[in-house]
């Protein structure tokens, strides 16, 4: 059952020179958007001008860098705390000369189906994207051009707007999707992803930007061989890692360590969607920007605190990520535990995300270390329901049958402190549950 993460090698780096600007943006025409590219929002409730949120270190609010702050050393080499202008202005000539080119490696799966291509076609459908962008899907599975097509049409909509013009929209799209075949450790293969890119950069300066949508114990592998053998050669080069960013805090080092030996860090982001969620966004806003609730945010008036993730589905296929990581690491060591600190933290000098990580940070390390006492984990059975079959989590092809992962588990957490103190923060996550919220 144990994933493990492959040792980084110690070679070097044959990649090309890589250069860097600062350019993540919000959309605006001219201007590449990526700022907010999983899930758009807008958040409803404006806050005051110096509660509004922006990005330190250039990246984007909801895609940063756990390393920052987070043991409490300075941020990574080479990026400035300050904030910085997110904005990126591109030339007519600039955009029309360049190309950008986002390949999602581990296109046949999940997250990507479920998220990658709609939030992608989405940007497309905003205009948010370069003139001269191409998507290609990258995994082991065995598909065509035309097949990623099909795939990639089922999953879009036009959930912005119903503009007329939306189906004209999804079949450009469709046009700049590609796909290529190959494994994740393959250099050989990579090489062939990279002719593929060439050929269809048609020499313009070309930026690549590749989605890791896979599970982490090969993020490296894929790191190393698009290094050597993929990376742009007269654009940037960029990584988005997702979470589990490793298994514990061991892992996690070791892959920051490995990953390091090809990239340098500001060319990697690490993304938690649930930051980009409307609700999350609104949390720190709604506490700080309404006098009400501030004096009440305590151990004073608030009894426990409950963080519930309930989805009505199980994981139906996605075994071969999910069972090496189960339900902590997907959902709570990340995502429930970023909107605990979140709804935790003191007040920050401002919303800006530096002031915010530092906050959150404190939460962190005043947290009791979790007893097993206040633990429980458990695992959905498949039964049968008005006639209908629900498999269980083990009856997954992609499953191994004496599987004992967790698909759900439920933790009372405390915060040593004193706004907190003795306040139990109720932690339930789970798969197959009744309902979805
Ligand atoms: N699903 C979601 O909603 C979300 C997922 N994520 C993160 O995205 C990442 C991928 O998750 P998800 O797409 O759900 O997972 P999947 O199980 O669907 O895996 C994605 C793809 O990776 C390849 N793959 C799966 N298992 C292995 C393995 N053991 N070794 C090598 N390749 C493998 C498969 O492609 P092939 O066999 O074709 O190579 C698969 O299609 C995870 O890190 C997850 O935490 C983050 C947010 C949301
Ligand atoms: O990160 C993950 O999130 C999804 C749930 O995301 P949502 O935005 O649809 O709520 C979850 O299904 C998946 O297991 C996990 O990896």
């Known amino acids: 059952m144990a994933t493990h993460f492959s040792p980084c090698s110690s070679s070097s780096s044959s990649s090309s020179s890589l250069t860097f600007s600062s350019e993540f943006t919000v959309c605006k025409p001219r201007r590449y958007c990526f700022s907010k590219w999983v899930s758009q929002v807008h958040p409803r409730i404006h806050a005051r001008n110096h509660f509004r949120i922006k990005s330190s270190n250039g990246h984007p609010p909801n895609a940063v860098s756990m390393q920052d702050g987070m043991d409490g050393t300075p941020l990574a080499e ?7 202008e997110i904005f990126f202005d591109l030339s007519d000539s600039e955009k029309v000369q360049s190309t950008l080119s986002i390949t999602v490696v581990g296109a046949s799966g999940d997250l990507a189906k479920k998220k990658i291509f709609p939030a992608l076609f989405a940007l497309y459908y905003e205009d948010c994207l370069p003139e001269n962008f191409m998507v290609f899907g990258y995994a082991r599975t065995k598909l065509t051009d035309e097949e990623l097509r099909n795939v990639i049409s089922g999953t879009l909509t036009c959930r912005i707007d119903k503009r007329a013009n939306c189906e004209d929209k999804m079949e450009q799209f469709l046009k700049r999707c590609f796909y290529h075949s190959g494994q994740y450790d393959s250099e050989e293969h990579f090489a062939e992803l990279d ?31 698009v290094s050597y053998k993929a990376s742009a050669v007269n654009g940037w080069t960029r990584v988005i890692v997702e979470k589990p960013f490793g298994r514990d805090s061991e892992s996690s080092a070791e892959l920051t360590r490995c ?11 690490r993304i938690d969607h649930y930051l980009g969620k409307e609700l999350v966004e609104n949390l720190s806003v709604l506490r ?8 009440l945010w305590s151990r004073n008036y608030i009894r426990n605190v409950q963080l519930i993730f309930s989805e009505d589905f199980g994981t139906e296929g996605r075994g071969g990520y999910f069972d090496n990581y189960g339900i902590i690491r997907d959902i709570m060591q990340n995502h429930l535990l970023q909107i605990l600190a979140l709804f935790a933290m003191e007040t920050p000098v401002s919303l800006e995300a530096e002031d915010i990580r530092n906050e959150k940070v404190k939460v962190l390390r005043s947290m009791r270390p979790l007893q097993l006492e206040d633990v429980i984990v458990g695992q959905y059975k498949g039964h049968n329901k008005g006639g209908k079959i629900y498999p269980g989590y083990s009856d997954d092809s992609t499953v191994p049958n004496d599987s004992l992962t967790p698909t759900f588990a439920a933790a009372a957490l405390f ?10 923060f109720l932690m339930k996550a789970g798969k197959a549950l009744h309902t979805r919220r």
């Open 288 to 295: 700080f920007s309404n006098l009400v609730f501030e004096p």
């Open 195 to 225: 002719s593929k890119l060439k050929e269809k950069e048609a020499g313009k300066l070309s930026n690549r930007l590749f989605y890791l949508s896979i599970p982490p114990n090969i993020f490296v592998d894929v790191v190393r061989c």
């Open 78 to 84: 080479g990026i400035k705390p300050e904030e910085q």
């Open 415 to 424: 915060i040593n402190n004193a706004r907190w103190d003795g306040v139990p």
């Open 259 to 269: 990953l390091k030996q090809y990239l340098t860090e500001d060319q990697i982001f």
